[in-house]
């Protein structure tokens, strides 16, 4: 009872805020969005397509790429294009910004989204995959913006990180991706601060998702998480209205993220039996 209740207050609370999302905010915009061959990260660009943005997609698949771009140009993006590479290098996440540079010569949004793959179980001692693992899904995140802040400055546009509940409350089997998305957390909330004490009008959104059905969410935990996934179309669109409307955070779906979130500063022992509780761990096999 008190879990609904909760999410159903604190939904109403940061819902009422953001009233006045126009998709003509996004109307002959520049945007990045990296991770955006598959998943939230394509949906994302649909949508961008749909509002008539220009898009600078990045992943490494490029045959992907290719289709989402072609999707795109047929949706209505005011121009689409891509480049392929691996987030393990900041020198190819410094060259995605170059790219932007040169093509547009500004930016307005960085959507910051790409994970690199992780295993969804016991942490078995790798430190290599988790250092691999910090500087895809945050090394090169900083890097990023490093270099699109300049941009930014200029066009007193936004920054937009794809986050989890992982990285605000741990859960068993994921040590080295809950480790990257609390990283992203203290990183960008410190940024923010900084931003905010020079006058830069540069919004950083941190977008904390729950379970979403991309498939490879869906391949890697449906045999031990109980509960039903949303819809990552859903999820794409509220990811951009968040940092369109210049929102601190998105909690999406608000209904499971906000009240875990409360949970876990007044409740933190019960909500750790809670996390354990919701898992099937029997279907978890040791390596
Ligand atoms: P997907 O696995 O569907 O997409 C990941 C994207 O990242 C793909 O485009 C992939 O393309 C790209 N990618 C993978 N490895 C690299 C790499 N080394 N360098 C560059 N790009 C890479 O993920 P989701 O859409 O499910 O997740 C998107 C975001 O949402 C992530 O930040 C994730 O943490 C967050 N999130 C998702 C949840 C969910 O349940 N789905 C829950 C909570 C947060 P390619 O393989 O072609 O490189």
């Given at each position: 009872v008190l879990i609904p209740l909760l999410g159903l207050g604190l939904a109403v609370y940061f819902y009422s805020?953001?009233?006045?999302?126009?998709?003509?905010?996004?109307?002959?915009k520049r945007v990045i969005v990296t991770g955006?061959?598959?998943?939230i990260g394509e949906q994302m660009a649909y949508h961008l397509a749909r509002m008539g943005a220009h898009v600078l997609l990045t992943a490494r698949t490029e045959a992907k790429l290719q289709k989402v771009v072609d999707k795109c140009l047929d949706l209505g993006a005011a121009s689409a294009r891509y480049v392929s590479g691996s987030m393990e290098s900041t020198a190819f996440a410094e060259e995605v910004v170059k790219e932007a540079e040169n093509t547009w010569g500004g930016l307005d949004m960085l959507i910051l989204n790409h994970i690199g793959h992780s295993f969804f179980d016991f942490f078995n001692g790798d430190v290599d995959h988790v250092r691999k693992l910090m500087e895809t899904n945050f090394l090169s995140y900083v890097a990023m913006t490093v270099s699109a802040l300049p941009m930014l400055k200029e066009s007193e546009g936004s920054i937009v990180v794809v986050s989890s509940v992982s990285g605000k409350v741990a859960s068993p089997f994921t040590a080295p991706y809950s480790a990257t998305k609390f990283a992203l957390e203290g990183f960008f909330s410190s940024l923010r601060h900084e931003l905010i004490i020079e006058n830069v009008n540069v919004s950083v959104t941190l977008c904390i998702l729950g379970y979403i059905n991309t498939e490879s969410a869906v391949r890697a935990v449906s045999h031990v998480i109980k509960e039903a996934p949303a819809p990552k179309e859903e999820c794409a669109l509220e990811i951009i209205r968040s940092g369109a409307l210049r929102q601190r955070e998105l909690h999406y779906p608000a209904s499971t993220v906000t009240p875990i979130l409360l949970l876990r500063d007044f409740a933190p022992e019960f909500l750790d039996g809670l996390i354990r509780s919701n898992m099937r761990v029997e279907n978890i096999k040791r390596a």
């Open positions: 805020g953001p009233g006045n999302f126009s998709e003509e905010m996004l109307r002959g955006a061959s598959s998943g």
